[in-house]
C-alpha cells in the first residue's frame, strides 16, 4: 500500500527536510585545518622572535617598519580603517553634537 508517488533524491539537503543542513554545526572546530593551526602554534615563538630581530636590526628601514607593525597588529589588534575624510577637519574625525533634550512645559 503507498501512499503517493515516490520521489527519487537528488542527494541535496533543502530547508525543511528535516536535516540541520550543510556544513558542521556551530562551535564544532574545524577538523580539517586543526592540524595546520597545531603546526603554526609550534612555529609562533620562533616566528615572533624573528619580527623581533628584524623590528630591531632590519637592513633597511622598510623592513624595520614592517616588522614593527606587525608586531603591533599582533599584540594591539590592527588599526582600525578610517571610512571617509572631513574636508573641514582635514582628517578624519567625529564631531560630537550635544542631544537636545525637550523639556515638559
Known amino acids: 500500500m503507498t501512499t503517493g508517488p515516490v520521489k527519487?533524491?537528488?542527494?541535496?539537503?533543502?530547508?525543511?527536510?528535516?536535516?540541520?543542513?550543510?556544513?558542521?554545526p556551530k562551535g564544532v572546530p574545524n577538523k580539517t585545518t586543526s592540524e595546520i593551526?597545531?603546526?603554526?602554534?609550534?612555529?609562533?615563538?620562533?616566528?615572533?622572535?624573528?619580527?623581533?630581530?628584524?623590528?630591531?636590526?632590519?637592513?633597511t628601514e622598510q623592513v624595520r617598519v614592517a616588522a614593527s607593525k606587525e608586531i603591533l597588529d599582533r599584540a594591539m589588534g590592527k588599526a582600525t580603517q578610517p571610512i571617509g575624510?572631513?574636508?573641514?577637519?582635514?582628517?578624519?574625525?567625529?564631531?560630537?553634537?550635544?542631544?537636545?533634550?525637550?523639556t515638559p512645559m
Open 85 to 102: 575624510q572631513d574636508p573641514e577637519l582635514g582628517q578624519l574625525g567625529v564631531l560630537l553634537v550635544p542631544h537636545k533634550t525637550e
Open 8 to 24: 527519487k533524491s537528488d542527494g541535496k539537503r533543502r530547508v525543511g527536510d528535516g536535516t540541520a543542513g550543510p556544513g558542521r
Open 37 to 59: 593551526k597545531a603546526l603554526a602554534m609550534q612555529a609562533a615563538p620562533l616566528a615572533m622572535a624573528t619580527l623581533i630581530t628584524l623590528a630591531q636590526s632590519g637592513k
